[in-house]
């Protein structure tokens, strides 16, 4: 089981300047908003979308989909290889606190986001993310951190692989699985018909991770995950 310092289990408490992440959804908005970028944007500006390992994609328990961050399109993508009419399930996305800002912020707090400071991560939002796999959800996480359009796979974050033992400690048996899932255009800008390619890859079983109280549990799930993210890369290209 993850180990929390004194810092980190007061930051577990939620204050006025540090309130608890929500996530949510609107049943009316993602009715209009995800067939309507499904059907029409997405196919009309990318041009062909190429989809391979749809197998791989779990239909039910909890699920962290950690795709690669080439652009700010990857928030229609992901839900495009995994959402509700392939998976039956909606997703909830951990995304940077500075894009829950202004119109795009009322529209991804409807649409299963909830924010997180990447520089200085509160734990309530490790916590919320925690909470979602308890619950069986689907979460989606860019092991990244951020947008990087070199088409280069930049080291992983360790929150992800945090908030997936987390669960599963608490939990055993609970069965948390992360998705690896490499995205690549045809044009670093996405240019209109630039077209784009999503290649997914087995799970990752977080309780293969779980054997022992090793702090070196989290550090050994992300290498594999950076390593599976890289084997995806190689072949997911134009």
């Known amino acids: 089981m993850l180990q929390l310092n004194s810092e980190e289990k007061s930051a577990i408490q939620p204050t006025a300047n540090k309130p608890a992440p929500v996530s949510q959804i609107s049943p009316w908005l993602m009715a209009i908003a995800y067939p309507l970028m499904r059907f029409f944007v997405l196919p009309l500006y990318l041009?062909?979308?190429?989809?391979?390992?749809?197998?791989?994609?779990?239909?039910?328990?909890?699920?962290?989909?950690?795709?690669?961050?080439r652009a700010r399109w990857d928030a229609f993508m992901v839900p495009y290889?995994?959402?509700?009419?392939?998976?039956?399930?909606?997703?909830?996305?951990?995304?940077?606190?500075?894009?829950?800002?202004?119109?795009?912020?009322?529209?991804?707090?409807?649409?299963?986001?909830?924010?997180?400071?990447?520089?200085?991560?509160?734990?309530?939002?490790?916590r919320h993310g925690v909470e979602l796999l308890?619950?069986?959800?689907?979460?989606?996480?860019?092991?990244?951190?951020?947008?990087f359009r070199d088409n280069e796979l930049h080291p992983l974050k360790a929150g992800l692989?945090?908030?997936?033992?987390?669960?599963?400690t608490n939990s055993p048996g609970l069965?948390?699985?992360?998705?690896?899932?490499?995205?690549?255009?045809g044009d670093p800008s996405?240019?209109?018909?630039?077209?784009v390619k999503i290649h997914i890859g087995k799970p990752l079983k977080v309780?293969?991770?779980?054997?022992?109280?090793?702090?070196?549990?989290?550090?050994?799930?992300?290498?594999?995950l950076q390593k599976s993210l890289e084997e995806l890369d190689i072949l997911n290209v134009f």
Not at 134 to 147: D, Q, S, T
Not at 175 to 185: D, E, H, L, T
Not at 207 to 224: I, M
């Open 47 to 69: 041009g062909r979308i190429e989809v391979t390992g749809q197998e791989n994609m779990p239909k039910d328990g909890p699920v962290i989909l950690a795709p690669t961050h």
């Open 161 to 168: 692989a945090r908030i997936a033992i987390q669960a599963e």
């Open 175 to 185: 069965g948390v699985q992360i998705v690896p899932i490499s995205i690549r255009y």
């Open 190 to 195: 996405v240019k209109w018909l630039s077209g």
């Open 81 to 126: 290889v995994s959402g509700r009419h392939i998976t039956g399930r909606d997703l909830r996305f951990m995304v940077t606190s500075d894009e829950v800002t202004g119109i795009q912020g009322w529209f991804i707090r409807r649409l299963g986001g909830f924010a997180v400071n990447i520089k200085h991560p509160a734990i309530s939002s490790l």
């Open 207 to 224: 309780a293969d991770y779980c054997q022992s109280h090793s702090k070196q549990n989290a550090q050994k799930l992300t290498n594999d």
């Open 134 to 147: 308890l619950n069986r959800c689907m979460m989606v996480i860019f092991p990244e951190g951020g947008v």
